[in-house]
């Protein structure tokens, strides 16, 4: 923790719409549970038969802790919502999907026990400051702002938001927020959120880089309808880059491979399974915005990343598929690497869930 240059926390990776499990999903998993402790031997040989005994709690917890998601937990509902704690920088965040909720809940923590809204910066000055980055104003990008805690707050406490987004011929970036609290959609007004708001359009020349703190941003403009921003973070020779919600044409995005050049972790959209996205499997995916786990891996690949990190996960898919997903996904990698040219590359693949966290 001591020495991390920026923290990377996961509100929400659901595409789409918000996706909460339903109570058959729930019970299936209860169900799945049982059967697998059942199989390790039952409860009395996993945690004994008092249920009294001290630290029982704690030690069921453990196991669940170290159950796949689809058993226990989940890779939640919730959509685009991350957080990048940046050492010695004000708070960054990525989009407002509805992530941003829970996200708002801990930052009025911090607000209300005086400390710096990002806990890697000391700056008193700007302890109250975010810089929120969308991506695009597609509703799950944005449905959470109006549950934003903070931007509540008046007085000494108020929050003093920083907006980008991308320039867009037909709205501004302050009306595609505004457009979704106007009457009858939600009883608060823009207006009436009491934060300090600016406002910053990016062109569409990307050469731009935006300096938060001690990091440096820059974006460049994805394949996604109506268009959509990637950002690259970086501090410290470290690197992050989020491009959700983008969709490949019959090769690797070249834009994106640039941006993601040798960054330590790419945030890919991958949504489809490559037979949903061709439409072998339902209707064809193709030019609907999103892509498969095939091109994440290809894409990080070629832009030479550590880690690449698969989300925007699909709203109708479960977490047993999820992990379906995954596991082909990791098939997958394991062929690329085989491959002549790629001889000695490594690539992690995380399936990201709501509440991974990462440290660079
Ligand atoms: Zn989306
Ligand atoms: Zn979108």
């Given at each position: 923790m001591g020495n991390d240059s920026m923290v990377i926390k996961y509100w929400g990776v659901r595409g789409s719409i918000p996706a909460p499990l339903t109570n058959g999903q729930e019970k299936e998993k209860q169900c799945a549970n049982f059967m697998d402790v059942i199989k390790r031997g039952g409860t009395s040989e996993l945690f004994?038969?008092?249920?009294?005994?001290?630290g029982l709690a704690e030690k069921i917890m453990q196991f669940l802790n170290n159950q796949p998601k689809s058993l226990?937990?989940?890779?939640?509902?919730?959509t685009t919502c991350l957080e990048i704690q940046a050492r010695d920088s004000p708070l960054i965040i990525l989009d407002a999907g509805s992530g941003i909720r829970a996200l708002g809940n801990v930052l009025l923590g911090r607000l209300f026990s005086e400390?710096?809204?990002?806990?890697?910066?000391?700056?008193?000055?700007?302890?109250h400051d975010l810089h929120l980055f969308f991506s695009h104003y597609h509703w799950d990008h944005i449905q959470g702002f109006p549950f934003?805690?903070?931007?509540?707050i008046p007085g000494d406490k108020k929050v003093n938001i920083h907006f980008y987004g991308k320039k867009n011929a037909k709205t501004r970036l302050s009306d595609a927020l505004k457009g979704q609290q106007e009457y009858p959609l939600?009883?608060?007004?823009?207006?009436?959120?009491p934060c300090k708001k600016t406002y910053k359009e990016l062109g569409r020349i990307a050469s731009t880089e935006i300096p938060v703190g001690k990091v440096v941003v820059k974006y460049a403009e994805l394949d996604h309808p109506d268009r959509v921003l990637g950002y690259s973070m970086g501090i410290g020779g470290k690197k992050f880059v989020c491009a959700t919600d983008t969709e490949h044409r019959a090769i690797e995005d070249p834009f994106l491979i640039e941006l993601a050049?040798?960054?330590?972790i790419l945030y890919y959209d991958?949504?489809?399974t490559p037979e949903e996205y061709s439409g072998k499997?339902?209707?064809?995916?193709?030019?609907?915005?999103h892509s498969t786990f095939e091109l994440a891996v290809k894409t990080a690949l070629a832009a030479n990343v550590d880690t690449v990190v698969l989300g925007h996960?699909?709203?109708?898919?479960?977490d047993f598929k999820v992990e379906e997903l995954m596991e082909n996904a990791l098939e997958f990698r394991n062929e690329c690497l085989r491959l002549?040219?790629?001889?000695g590359k490594a690539l992690n693949v995380v399936m990201a869930y709501q509440g991974l966290e990462q440290r660079l």
């Open positions: 004994g038969n008092d249920a009294d005994a001290p226990a937990g989940t890779y939640g509902g919730d400390n710096n809204l990002n806990p890697l910066d000391s700056d008193q000055e700007r302890k934003f805690g903070p931007a509540f939600f009883p608060v007004g823009w207006k009436a959120m050049k040798d960054a330590d991958a949504q489809y499997e339902g209707p064809s995916k193709v030019r609907w915005g996960h699909e709203p109708t898919r479960s002549p040219g790629n001889e």
